[in-house]
């Protein structure tokens, strides 16, 4: 096996992929092709006859522009899917191969990177969801790794010392970062904007840290067998040339992505003694590809021969497929009587769920006390790998990649929790795994200008509307603890993308006693009144149903009939077919209440409809006053309802 005929058959793959689709980032695949060939043909376990095996390592394209590294790998490799044809598409329209590495894990694409730094921190969560899993099964079914490419953009971005500080905190000893240390970022020279000791930083954090020639194979793999051998993360320094191997671009700015022309390609294969034509791989290093890949086959095997004889197989089985026990929604908590923070029923339904759905993993930010979803969990840490909650630190934005990379591993059900005007801190993270379509749940409480006296600094008057605005994002606003614990279980049973909940941090009136049917599953529906025969519809989420159905009553008493929509979730709503929205909407004069900008409401409000809530950022006061001074109150809803109907 000649490792160094294995790399360059990366760098040439890319070089004519790239040169192909005219445009590319060959910087990283020519960079770097010595270090991930050198793992792949010493180190990693996987098998691509079988790329979702549950113990093969994962690996994280994290400088994701230098999707070519990780396409040539899959390809060479063995993988069906990134055959010579999808190189040949590379950056087309529904090529497997894209600009940047969008998840197809029967491809063996892991995780859509390209967003720098999310490829590290979600990789830091692929690590956390590897411990907890082999507490709970053991070594013989969970011994995996996590591998992460990273470039000087990922250890730039504040994500990144996120990323570093908690898993070096938690002592991941199975993630090791390579890091294509080639002083080199799109504007030219690191020294424009970085001084300090990156690799300082790694061990100020308890990471084991070694630095090698990036193109030394002996070293690389020296380097990367001592990895594994720690009980620490390990970050690899590999010192390289960025673009090696192409003459006019080594080592130079250009060599991050500026166009390929056919000489570049020609002078390196001149340069690198590789005479082959383009997108020609001998078959004496397909060859050694293949027996590379042999140990990954055999440890498949063996894997499959213990799990047949494991005593935990069908649990085993269940937490992998994603599966939910039976009769697992019978431990959600039902109605209540007295008024209740609608983020202390997420309490209640996350603490209710422990025994029957363990494979739950709550992060949260620094927040025990104030979102209350620990109680009985016990903190996974260092020592204890066992526990179900993770001690995130104030660290929202790596939690919410943490949530993806747990999500996309498989095997449990992440739920990020922390205040909603933390939100967004995560959001690239929340429209990763929209974009991925990831079973994640986020937890936020402090909704609206109900958290009152800490003002406008924690009112997200605005941030409803922008994740609305996101695709595929259910954002649920329930009203109470019925509707709370509806919504926990449609985002647990859907697996086709996340569920935001945003929940009150002050008590919610208990609107609805009925529990016989998740009607919440549709979106909205008539919570009170008449479906027909009406004369106003009040449409409202949160807690600001209370105020619609005290309304209501005024309203009724007045000789108005009055329907009441609670709407805990629009986009569900969206779905219904049109029959169903015309009769819960009606025709009556509509009016929308909601502590929150107006924003998108146009969804539901004709042009002669009124609009109840926010205009403008909160301030600072006790919530009631709060309610009061902007107007949404229920003697507001009553006026605007008898001037709607001229009574």
């Known amino acids: 096996m000649t490792i160094q005929n294995m790399a360059d058959a990366i760098r040439f793959l890319a070089i004519d992929s790239i040169l192909n689709a005219g445009e590319g ?14 793992l792949y043909a010493k180190h990693i376990k996987v098998d691509p006859c079988d790329p979702l095996w549950p113990g093969r390592d994962r690996i994280v394209l994290s400088n994701g522009h230098g999707s ?24 087309t329209l529904h090529s497997v191969c894209a600009g940047h590495p969008e998840i197809e894990q029967d491809a063996g694409i892991e995780i859509t990177t390209g967003l720098l730094g999310q490829g590290i921190a979600c990789a830091v969560g692929m690590a956390v969801a590897e411990e907890r899993l082999a507490a709970r099964f053991g070594r013989d079914l969970v011994d995996h790794r996590t591998w992460a490419f990273v470039g000087d953009g990922c250890l730039q ?103 390929l022309t056919p000489q570049d390609a020609e002078e390196a294969r001149a340069a690198c003694n590789w005479p082959h034509p383009s997108f020609h791989i001998p078959q004496a290093i397909y060859a050694d590809w293949d027996r590379a890949m042999m140990k990954g086959q055999t440890a498949r095997a063996d894997w499959h021969k213990r799990l047949d004889k494991h005593a935990d197989r069908t649990e085993f089985h ?55 979803h620990k109680r009985r969990r016990k903190g996974f840490t ?26 996309a591993h498989g095997g ?15 959001r690239a993270a929340m429209r990763m795994a929209a974009l991925m379509g990831l079973p994640a749940i986020f937890v936020f409480s402090h909704d609206s200008i109900g958290v009152g006296s800490n003002g406008p600094t924690h009112q997200p ?50 609107v609805r006693k009925d529990a016989s049917e998740n009607l919440s599953r549709r979106g909205a529906y008539i919570l009170a009144g008449p479906e027909t025969d009406r004369d106003l519809t009040l449409i409202a989420t949160g807690t600001e149903v209370g105020l619609a159905v005290r309304a209501q009553h005024i309203l009724e008493a007045g000789g108005i009939r009055t329907t009441v929509i609670s709407m805990p979730c629009w986009e569900l709503f969206e779905d219904q077919d049109t029959s169903y929205r015309a009769a819960v909407l009606g025709t009556a004069p509509r009016i929308g209440i909601e502590a929150a900008l107006k924003f998108g409401w146009e969804k539901w409000l004709r042009p002669e409809d009124e609009f109840i809530g926010m205009t403008g950022f909160g301030a600072s006061a006790r919530a009631p006053e709060l309610y009061d001074h902007f107007g ?16």
């Open 157 to 259: 971005e504040g994500i990144g010392q996120e990323a570093i500080s908690l898993s070096g905190h938690l002592q991941l000893g199975r993630l090791t970062f390579l890091w294509d240390d080639n002083h080199i970022t799109d504007d030219g020279d690191t020294v424009l904007s970085v001084s300090e000791d990156i690799p300082a930083r790694f061990r100020a954090a308890g990471w084991h840290v070694l630095e090698v020639d990036g193109h030394d194979i002996a070293a690389i793999d020296k380097s990367i067998a001592a990895a594994k051998a720690d009980p620490r993360p390990t970050l690899i320094a590999c010192r390289t040339t960025i673009a090696r191997g192409i003459p006019r671009l080594q080592g130079q700015r250009g060599g991050h992505s500026a166009p």
């Open 382 to 407: 260092a020592d204890h790998r066992d526990g179900s909650y993770v001690h995130c630190g104030v660290r929202e934005h790596l939690m919410g990649a943490m949530v993806d990379g747990i999500a």
């Open 68 to 91: 070519m590294l990780l396409y040539a790998l899959l390809h060479l490799s063995g993988y069906e899917k990134v055959s010579i044809e999808a190189l040949k598409a590379f950056r």
């Open 318 to 372: 269940r937490w992998t497929s994603g599966a939910l026990p039976h009769g697992w929604h019978d431990a959600l908590p039902q109605t209540r009587s007295e008024p209740r923070a609608t983020i202390q029923s997420s309490g209640d339904i996350c603490d209710a769920l422990l025994d029957r759905l363990p494979e739950i993993l709550v992060l949260c930010a620094d927040l025990e006390a104030p979102t209350n």
């Open 25 to 38: 980032h060959q910087g990283v695949p020519l960079g770097m092709a010595e270090i991930a060939a050198t």
């Open 632 to 647: 949404i109150t229920t003697e507001r809803i009553v006026a605007t309802g008898r001037s709607l109907t001229g009574r």
């Open 412 to 426: 449990l059900r992440p739920v990020n929790v922390t205040y909603l005007a933390f939100a967004d801190y995560e």
């Open 461 to 510: 008057a605005e941030i409803l509307a922008s994740y609305r605005a996101m695709p595929n994002m259910r954002v649920f606003r329930p009203a109470d603890a019925l509707e709370t614990a509806e919504a926990w279980q449609i985002a647990l049973e859907m697996r086709d993308g996340p569920s935001m909940l945003a929940l009150s941090r002050q008590d919610a009136e208990q």
